[in-house]
């Protein structure tokens, strides 16, 4: 019984230190400091590869024809990024310069924009993930 109670509590402690730490793995932040950065604060030590904008790194061409078929705007994803962030980011940092007015005249992607409270002039980074299904990277240049 005793065995069995300490094999319980072990458990217990190991899933709530999992549970504990599983949001700050998933928020992934900028190495401004510490032991693991560069800088001032640690001038032998790496610095953090993290850039918000990762995700505009990766992005394949997308074609007018290929958003002009999405039509319901359960089907647009809305991802907000670099958002907060000290430094900027450019209009033509992503993929999506040549598509905004595809993208405003398309009413599916204009209303998942505005749901979101963005507009075709906020998309930088456009990624189809299957046939009338999209993700539209944003930024507020809005503001």
Known sequence: MLKQTILAIASLTTLAVAVTTAPALAQRQPCTAGPYCGGENNPGGGASTYSC????GHLRRVYREELEEISNPN????????IGESYGIFRNDGNAGALRTVIADNDAMTEALFRKKFGSD??????MIGEGKVILYVHPFHY
């Not at 906020?122 to 990624?127: A, F, L, P, T, Y």
């Open 122 to 127: 906020d998309v930088v980074g456009v990624r």
């Open 75 to 82: 089907h647009v994803s809305v991802m907000p990024i670099c």
């Open 53 to 56: 904008t990762e995700p505009l």
